[in-house]
């Protein structure tokens, strides 16, 4: 038993160490993606020129694609790791995101242009308000400062924020999202 343990044991913490050298590198890598595929689409529908126009809308579609990398990279996470409200929120976006894609290709809506932006302002930001002030009365307002709890909670702020926005009387956005 104990040779058993001398032969196998260092090749066992070795790809460990490899996996979690791994794991930064495949989270960049798809944030990089996440990226690459929202400018890839404000390029595709014009929106990249200087001065900028439809700044909003351009960076709405860059927080959807972001909202599509969340869960990919939060599943990857090991499991020791607390999660904060902004992981939580970034992940539940994510996973809207990704369920409204579906159901749309279910029905034969194929187009990868409103893949980031399925969901308008208003519905994505009074729903994501609604995930955060729930997570918030369920498990309080922890202190983890991840770099993935910051992110989701940049994300959560700004779709909150498009959604009040979109909201106001007599003051539409007078942006398209799709």
């Given at each position: 038993m104990i040779v058993w343990g001398l032969c196998f044991m260092p090749a066992k913490r070795d790809a460990d160490r490899a996996t979690a050298q791994a794991t930064p590198v495949l989270n960049a890598f798809l944030i990089v993606l996440a990226l690459a595929f929202g400018l890839w689409l404000l390029v595709r529908r014009g929106n990249v020129s200087w001065p900028p126009t439809n700044l909003l809308s351009s960076a709405y579609t860059v927080a959807g694609c972001l909202a599509l990398a969340g869960p990919l990279v939060l599943a990857r996470r090991e499991g020791g790791e607390g999660s904060g409200l902004g992981e939580q929120a970034w992940l539940t976006g994510?996973?809207?995101?990704?369920?409204?894609?579906?159901?749309?290709?279910?029905?034969?809506?194929?187009?990868?242009?409103?893949?980031?932006?399925?969901?308008?302002?208003?519905?994505?930001?009074?729903?994501?308000?609604?995930?955060?002030?729930?997570?918030?009365?369920?498990?309080?307002?922890?202190?983890?400062?991840?770099?993935?709890?910051?992110?989701?909670?940049?994300?959560?702020?700004?779709?909150?924020?498009?959604?009040?926005?979109?909201?106001?009387?007599?003051?539409?956005?007078?942006?398209?999202?799709?």
């Open positions: 994510g996973l809207l995101l990704w369920l409204s894609n579906l159901v749309a290709a279910i029905q034969g809506d194929y187009r990868a242009a409103t893949w980031a932006t399925p969901l308008a302002a208003p519905t994505l930001g009074m729903t994501m308000l609604a995930v955060l002030l729930a997570s918030w009365r369920l498990h309080g307002g922890g202190r983890n400062w991840s770099w993935t709890n910051v992110l989701g909670w940049v994300l959560v702020v700004f779709w909150i924020g498009m959604g009040v926005r979109a909201l106001w009387p007599g003051r539409g956005l007078g942006l398209t999202f799709r």
